[in-house]
């Protein structure tokens, strides 16, 4: 049976990000989806000072019910992290793997600001948090033609979402496996939290690394989805229920 992903985009971007990289999933047979989740990219009319964490937690949740999916790889990129923790907390029954692609890796009850404090000056006083200026708002793109692409697609987010906490009480959570996959090119300053040596299942640690910025499905989705398809290898012999189509 096909692998099914579950790509979930990062703050300021939205499901049309893995534009490059579904194609390359798909030619291997596997299902992907890619929702955008509520408030950024097609939806950004629906962006208002509630909609945080829960909400985008919310957004996923509903995606694996309706779809009946199971067994899925769960991919959360950057400020997603947060998002498929919280999800897995929620439905552990549906993930065959947790991956922190380039992202937050929060504790119970953190939020994104805990995971990554960042200066006041740069999120504002305002509900509605923009993209940031250069160079952290160009995600690690260098290429021209790449950031015309990225700014067809960001928009703003709300500040709920990074100041919103994440439930991981479930004890089902910490049997899930985890990849991390660390993106090697970074600003200054900017750091990933060291990945405990054992897994919360027991298992030793699965570290991966892109040698690219932070927007690794843009700029490196060839090696990206290689590392997907090797990570995910092992749910293919695990019996899939439901059907879907990628987004």
């Known amino acids: ?5 579950v790509l979930v985009h990062g ?17 291997s047979g596997s299902r992907v989806f890619t929702p955008t989740l509520t408030g950024y990219g097609e939806t950004r ?6 909609v945080g964490l829960g909400t985008h937690i919310a957004d996923v949740v509903r995606l694996l019910v309706d779809e009946d999916l199971s067994d899925v790889v769960l991919v959360g990129h ?14 552990p029954e549906r993930i065959a793997r947790l991956v922190y692609l380039d992202a937050m890796v929060p504790a119970d009850g953190e939020s994104a600001f805990d995971v990554m404090p960042m200066p006041q000056e740069m999120i504002g006083s305002d509900w509605r948090v923009p993209v940031p200026p250069a160079p952290f708002g160009l995600f690690g793109l260098t290429d021209a033609a790449d950031i015309a692409w990225l700014n067809t697609m ?14 991981m009480d479930n004890p089902a959570l910490g049997e899930i496996p985890r990849t991390h996959v660390h993106c090697t090119v970074k600003p200054p300053g900017i750091e990933p939290r060291p990945v405990p040596a054992v897994q919360p299942n027991g298992d030793p640690a699965d570290v991966r690394e892109l040698a690219t910025g932070h927007d690794c499905m843009i700029t490196m989705p060839a090696e990206l989805a290689a590392l997907l398809l090797d990570v995910g290898a092992p749910a293919t012999s695990r019996v899939l229920s439901g059907a879907g189509t990628a987004d």
């Not at 960001?154 to 439930?167: F, Y």
């Open 154 to 167: 960001v928009s703003d987010q709300s500040a709920l979402c990074l100041r919103e906490p994440v439930a």
């Open 78 to 91: 950057s400020y997603a992290g947060m998002v498929i923790s919280g999800v897995a907390n929620q439905v």
């Open 1 to 5: 049976m096909p692998t099914t992903y």
């Open 11 to 27: 703050a300021w971007h939205s499901g049309q990000c893995w534009a490059r990289v579904v194609p390359r999933l798909g030619a």
């Open 45 to 50: 009319h629906l962006l208002r000072p509630d």
